[in-house]
């Protein structure tokens, strides 16, 4: 008869092992992503402090570092989908970090008060 609260308590200790393990495995971190805007005319988009050409499929968080109230930061996807995203604001001026899943395909970002001379684009493979 002592057996069995053995056992069980043996079990249910076993279990709580298993979870806390599982709870403290290393999960995979989301890559990030750098844009800036401002303070003059100038655009990047930069991972690993290169200029991002190509990306993966998958989750990213975009850290935005908005250094102008005049201007803005926007992705959008060029063909193939409706994508649009204002990461930015005019007037904010400041840091904004926004999760973003992107799927295949040419991406562009630009500030749209100044767009025909701040974007740039990028492939999702």
């Known amino acids: 008869m002592i057996r069995r609260p053995v056992a069980l308590v043996l079990a249910l200790a076993a279990a709580l092992i298993a979870v806390a393990a599982a709870l403290s495995a290393p999960h995979a971190a989301v890559p990030t992503v750098n844009g800036t805007v401002g303070p003059g005319y100038t655009i990047t988009l930069k991972s690993n402090g290169k200029q991002v050409k190509s990306l993966k499929a998958g989750s990213y968080n975009f850290v935005v570092a908005d250094k102008a109230s005049s201007h803005n930061f926007v992705l959008e996807k060029k063909k193939g989908g ?3 995203k ?4 005019v007037p904010f ?10 799927s295949p395909g040419e ?4 500030c749209r ?4 001379t701040m974007e740039g684009d990028f492939t999702v493979k």
Request: proline residues 4%; without cysteine; charged residues 30%.
């Open 82 to 84: 409706t994508f649009e």
């Open 86 to 89: 204002e990461l930015t604001t």
């Open 93 to 102: 001026k400041g840091t904004k970090t926004v999760k973003i899943k992107l």
């Open 107 to 110: 991406y562009e970002f630009y």
């Open 113 to 116: 008060p100044h767009e025909s």
